[in-house]
């Protein structure tokens, strides 16, 4: 990790621990608050400074790391699985050497096997680098540096919130080791499959240490959440009124709240499973005959689960892609040299999509045997969700519209995400149509959607958030044009890889196969198969050459000569190149104005910190 | 042996590109910024450009290339209005596609950065934003009341001389149950399932309704008459798949469902239709139950009304070839005692 030089010499003010305190050039402690913070910070030790730290960019950092360790063994778990959907009659002998004979005999991987990869890729994927590797990065990094704190509202409860994210990757790491490997019943963990141990290889131990891995996840997503909430709504640095945040903040606050609200009824939903897979109860479990035995549960709900678990899932995905909206919308402003299009109704939308988020969720269960009533309800909210998001897209276009494009590799990154959000938002019109999803469930087309739509447009939105604050993080560049091979490689595979699933759904291929040429119906994609794989491992192989990049110019890259290399506006390019614990040098700066002020009057950019000058009038 | 070329050839391309890249920026120090910049937003505006020209024809392609292997043609009665809700709604959201990514990529390309621009100051237009929120809420309330109306056409109620099929999802294969001549299921009871006795449903064979059940290994359907299936599953959730007929419903244990259609192509048409001689069609598990998930697979025949009635009449119930005279059998003769 990079090392700041200047945080134990000279500092006029010294930040001491928390929020409010510091002590002046004087000696003085000034106070806002009570006084219970007494040591100094200057004298970190290796412990306190990299390992338990409660410094946020620290955290931050702690986030982005194991976020990215996550984003490789999801992503390889995605290429072996690939690998028997692409060459299901090939036999590759590393696979056996790899994973041994009980879960790849003969060079060919089992449907077991098969479907704990599947399960902890969708995991690994939406929770541990979707949600904890971009909103815990970023919300972590960048609130207390674009508002103008010091630092989050309460620092311990921060670091705890990451050392709970790296408690529950610990546990879901040593659940692949057990004997009869992970959990293997969908990353949905539906009951009866998840609520029976004896259902499936992966739904004993493996599933008892998934339930506890999300558990330990929602308590850090949780704490996150909370100190985001408060640190925006109350560290903000004067002049900073909520009409001039960033969007990125706009997009943290909204997410936060989501996240709040949601993530408990997750948790309470994995209690119930906890307690039918233990404890005899039976919430989820009614009338089961399974191997030779017919259980006593009797008057359990299956499809309770499924609400439950959906009244997270569907503010999860907004959770996952609302984080990546304010990212790209900053990203792109300050790289288009003009204002984000209707900052205003960019913020309505998102406030919009986060209410919508709540009562859409039953679209995951048309085809339960719902009540029809009860599913054209959620029709409507659903298909309802649409409009604000087309309008964010407008807005972004609108953006482009007339500036002056300098492509970075992070604006390159989110313009890519709004072509993806296009192509895999629209797809959701079909399947939020209850007749038409009569169709699509379940099938390919569904795969195909969520990926484009969530999986990789917010990776886009994480890559563009990575290459632009980089500077920022690390005090070098990353190199540029490994930055534009990335991107290239991952735009184009991306869309190989995932527009051809939606023919195969149409088709009526369904997820979750091992196997597709047991049917007549769609026997005919082998070829189409192969292509898809080949595809999936040139993108993965692009990824590594992001993880080279990163990683090596943390240590070898350019180093940042300038304190705003992207000559934006928003405040945390008025801290240091390298800043220290508690961000500025001094007082922290005054707002003026909002973060959008480019080509204003003429003038390329101009800080929040610059002051209005006569007859200017303020916008926002 | 390959997988270490494999394995080579991609690390060596990797040092290649990185090799590039430290020139590249070497270079691009040197040349100074302001003109590094302009050369890579010329490039980079270009790709764009490039990329939105190829990745549409190539789209195009593909979809001409794929055609015949997309949307089967519908045997279902409801199966033509999930169609053409379909089509609408391609329509609709296609042409937005072509506009916003057309937009998307022509922007990058025609306002890629030059040292000396600058951008135009417009941070908002009211008017604009309520237009192109009121459009897309129209459009949108238009797919909600087609859908919502074919919803409610393909949900309402089976009619009253439907035939009714029960399906039985298990790990890793399909029970499906006719109710024979009586038109009466047999009650049938979990508890009495016994996979060792081969009484797989749990049927009750003291109920005179069980004795005609049938249990055939293929679903045949009769030709433009309407069909409900009573859906379940005995140990966790399946899905009752039938993507020819636009069929999805789950099987709940526990929870019984079900969903009726009236199929419209004989099984002998569609092998006309689709030149495929070998056509069936088939009922495929659509939700994870297992390692056997992607196995669970039962032919359904669509026949003329004399194939059916000739199938039916072949049809031996259950109770005879499997029951009678079995342990199971509740009329059987109490067996002597061992002597």
Same mark, same amino acid.
């Given at each position: ?10 500092? &006029? ?23 219970? /913070? ?102 972590? =990094? ?18 705890? !919130? ?75 640095? $004067? ?33 119930? #499973?906890?307690?039918?897979?233990? =404890? ?5 479990? !009614? ?50 040299? @003009? ?23 039953? /679209? ?51 313009? %890519? ?6 192509s895999g938002g629209l797809t959701g019109i079909f399947l939020g149509n209850s007749a038409l999803d009569l169709h699509l469930h379940d099938s390919y087309f569904v795969i195909a959607h969520f990926h484009i739509v969530m999986g990789v447009s917010a990776f886009f939105g994480m890559f563009a958030g990575v290459y632009h604050w980089y500077p920022k993080m690390f005090a070098r560049h990353m190199n540029n044009t490994m930055g534009y091979v990335h991107f290239w490689l991952t735009l184009i595979g991306a869309y190989?890889? =995932? ?20 049917? /007549? ?58 800043? *220290?614990?508690?961000?500025?040098? *001094? ?12 080509? $204003? ?20 | 042996?390959?997988?270490? #070329? ?65 949307? &089967? ?40 950065? $030059?040292? %000396? ?39 309402? +109620? ?35 399932? !016994?996979?060792?006795?081969?009484? @797989?449903? %749990? ?17 045949? #359907? ?33 929870? +019984? ?5 009236? &199929? ?76």
């Amino acid at each position: 990790m990079h090392t700041p030089d200047e945080v134990t010499t000279n500092k &006029p003010k010294q930040y001491l621990g928390d929020s409010v305190h510091f002590q002046d050039s004087q000696g003085e402690i000034h106070d806002h608050g009570h006084h219970h /913070h007494e040591e100094t910070h200057d004298d970190f030790n290796f412990v306190t400074k990299y390992i338990f730290s409660q410094d946020h960019k620290m955290i931050a950092k702690q986030f982005l790391v194991t976020g990215i360790f996550w984003a490789i063994v999801g992503g390889l778990l995605s290429v072996i699985f690939r690998l028997q959907l692409g060459f299901p009659d090939t036999h590759f002998p590393i696979l056996t050497a790899a994973f041994g004979n009980k879960w790849a005999p003969d060079g060919q991987i089992t449907p077991d096997f098969y479907n704990m990869l599947t399960t902890m890729h969708g995991t690994i994927l939406v929770f541990f680098v979707l949600t904890a590797g971009l909103s815990g990065t970023f919300s972590n =990094f960048l609130i207390p540096l674009q508002v103008g704190a010091r630092d989050m509202a309460a620092p311990f409860l921060n670091m705890l !919130s990451y050392w709970f994210f790296f408690a529950a990757s610990v546990v879901m790491l040593i659940s692949f080791f057990v004997p009869n490997g992970a959990s293997d019943v969908g990353w949905t963990a539906y009951p009866p499959l998840s609520g029976l141990r004896q259902s499936s290889e992966g739904s004993g131990l493996g599933t008892d240490m998934w339930i506890t891995g999300i558990a330990l996840f929602i308590f850090s997503a949780i704490l996150g959440g909370l100190n985001y909430i408060t640190t925006i709504l109350n560290l903000r640095t $004067k002049g900073m009124s909520m009409a001039k945040m960033p969007l990125t903040i706009w997009a943290f606050l909204i997410t936060a709240i989501l996240g709040l609200l949601s993530f408990p009824v997750l948790l309470g939903a994995a209690v119930l #499973l906890i307690f039918d897979r233990g =404890f005899g109860t039976s919430f989820y479990l !009614s009338d089961i005959y399974i191997k030779g035995t017919a259980l006593p549960n009797h008057g359990g709900s299956a499809i309770l689960y499924q609400h439950l678990f959906w009244f997270l899932g569907h503010p999860e995905v907004y959770i996952i892609i609302l984080p990546a909206f304010g990212l790209v919308s900053e990203v792109m402003a300050t790289n288009a040299r @003009k204002p984000i299009f209707g900052y205003k109704a960019m913020i309505l939308s998102m406030l919009a999509i986060a209410v919508l988020a709540f009562v859409v969720w039953a /679209h995951h269960m048309f085809v339960t045997g719902l009540n029809p009533l009860i599913g054209s309800v959620f029709v409507f909210l659903t298909l309802l969700v649409a409009v604000p998001s087309a309008i964010k897209v407008f807005n972004w276009l609108a953006t482009l519209w007339r500036g002056n494009l300098r492509f970075t590799p992070g604006m390159m990154f989110a313009i %890519g995400f709004v072509s993806l959000f296009i192509s895999g938002g629209l797809t959701g019109i079909f399947l939020g149509n209850s007749a038409l999803d009569l169709h699509l469930h379940d099938s390919y087309f569904v795969i195909a959607h969520f990926h484009i739509v969530m999986g990789v447009s917010a990776f886009f939105g994480m890559f563009a958030g990575v290459y632009h604050w980089y500077p920022k993080m690390f005090a070098r560049h990353m190199n540029n044009t490994m930055g534009y091979v990335h991107f290239w490689l991952t735009l184009i595979g991306a869309y190989l890889i =995932f527009w051809p699933m939606h023919y195969e759904g149409l088709s009526g291929l369904p997820r979750r196969y091992f196997i597709h040429s047991n049917f /007549h119906s769609f026997n005919h994609y082998g070829p189409l198969n192969e292509f898809i794989t080949i595809a999936a491992i040139m993108v993965f192989c692009a990824q590594l050459l992001f993880v080279f990049n990163f990683f090596y110019s943390m240590y070898k890259g350019r180093k940042l000569t300038e304190q705003n290399p992207w000559k934006s506006n928003s405040i945390e390019w008025t801290t240091p190149i390298v800043p *220290g614990h508690g961000n500025w040098d *001094g007082d922290i700066p005054t707002v003026y104005r909002w973060p959008y002020d480019y080509g $204003k009057n003429g003038i390329d950019f101009q800080p929040q910190t610059t002051p209005l000058r006569e007859g200017e009038t303020i916008h926002g | 042996m390959t997988t270490f #070329l494999v394995f080579l050839a991609v690390f060596l391309l990797g040092m290649v590109i990185f090799q590039i890249s430290r020139v590249n920026e070497q270079v691009s120090v040197l040349k100074g910024e302001e003109k590094a910049h302009d050369e890579t937003d010329n490039l980079s505006g270009r790709m764009f450009l490039w990329f939105g020209i190829i990745g549409m024809a190539a789209l195009f392609w593909s979809v001409w290339k794929f055609k015949g292997y997309l949307l &089967p043609e519908a045997a279902s009665e409801h199966g033509h209005w999930v169609d053409s809700m379909f089509n609408v709604t391609l329509i609709l959201t296609g042409i937005v596609f072509l506009i916003t990514q057309a937009a998307l990529f022509w922007f990058a390309y025609k306002y890629r950065g $030059k040292t %000396g621009n600058i951008g135009y100051y417009y941070p908002e237009n009211n008017k604009v934003e309520m237009i192109w929120t009121i459009i897309p809420a129209i459009v949108l309330t238009c797919l909600v009341v087609i859908g919502l109306y074919n919803w409610f056409k393909i949900m309402r +109620p089976a009619p009253a001389d439907a035939r009714q099929v029960e399906i039985t999802g298990t790990q890793w294969y399909w029970i499906v149950r006719y109710p024979g001549a009586d038109g009466k299921f047999g009650k049938k009871e979990f508890n009495l399932i !016994s996979d060792d006795n081969g009484n @797989k449903l %749990g049927e009750d064979f003291t109920d005179p309704n069980s004795k005609d059940d049938i249990y055939p290994s293929e679903m045949h #359907l009769e030709v433009n008459k309407p069909v409900q299936l009573q859906i379940n599953a005995r140990d966790v959730i399946h899905d009752v798949g039938l993507p020819h007929f636009r069929i999805k419903m789950d099987a709940v244990p526990g929870i +019984p469902t079900h969903i009726w259609f009236t &199929p419209t192509i004989t099984t002998d048409d569609m092998k006309v239709k689709t030149g495929d001689p070998d056509f069936v069609y088939e009922l495929a598990c659509d939700q994870l139950c297992g390692a056997g998930h992607s196995a669970m697979r039962f032919v359904v025949v669509v026949d003329t009304h004399e194939e059916y009635e000739a199938w039916l009449a072949k049809q031996k119930s259950f109770y005879e070839s499997m029951v009678k005279g079995s342990p199971m059998d509740p009329d059987a003769p109490k067996k002597m005692a061992a002597k």
